[in-house]
Nanobody, 123 residues
Framework: VQLQASGGGLVQARGSLRLSCVVS????????MAWFRQAPGKDREFVAA????????NYADSVKGRFTISRDNTKNTVYLQMNSLKAEDTAVYYC?????????????????WGQGTQVTVSS
């Protein structure tokens, strides 16, 4: 299973970006998909996740109301729409896939990881 994240870049504060992550191999529709991020000098932290029924989502408190995770099972792709970006959102963003049955915010739960895409928000 391979995950390929894209869509990162440089954006001004209060701007928007949409990240994409294409999954190849495996059965995408069965995976719980998530986004994590890691800022320089900090641990990797959970951002958002969505289960394979597309009815269950979970967000970190820091992004609730600003970020939206979604998925298109026909395109094997998960998205992260990021609005009202802040300087503290600057990080490398990683997509991850989990074969489990319930959404988890713990990175160790996830079986597969993408390579990361840099998001830089200028204040």
């Amino acid at each position: 299973v391979q995950l390929q994240a894209s869509g990162g870049g440089l954006v001004q504060a209060r701007g928007s970006l949409r990240l994409s992550c294409v999954v190849s191999g495996g059965t995408f529709s069965r995976y719980i998909m998530a986004w994590f991020r890691q800022a320089p000098g900090k641990d990797r932290e959970f951002v958002a996740a969505i289960n394979w029924r597309v009815r269950g989502t979970n967000y970190a408190d820091s992004v609730k109301g600003r970020f939206t995770i979604s998925r298109d099972n026909t395109k094997n792709t998960v998205y992260l729409q990021m609005n009202s970006l802040k300087a503290e959102d600057t990080a490398v963003y990683y997509c991850a896939a989990d074969l489990g049955a319930a959404i988890s915010a713990r990175a160790v739960t996830y079986n597969y990881w993408g390579q990361g895409t840099q998001v830089t928000v200028s204040s």
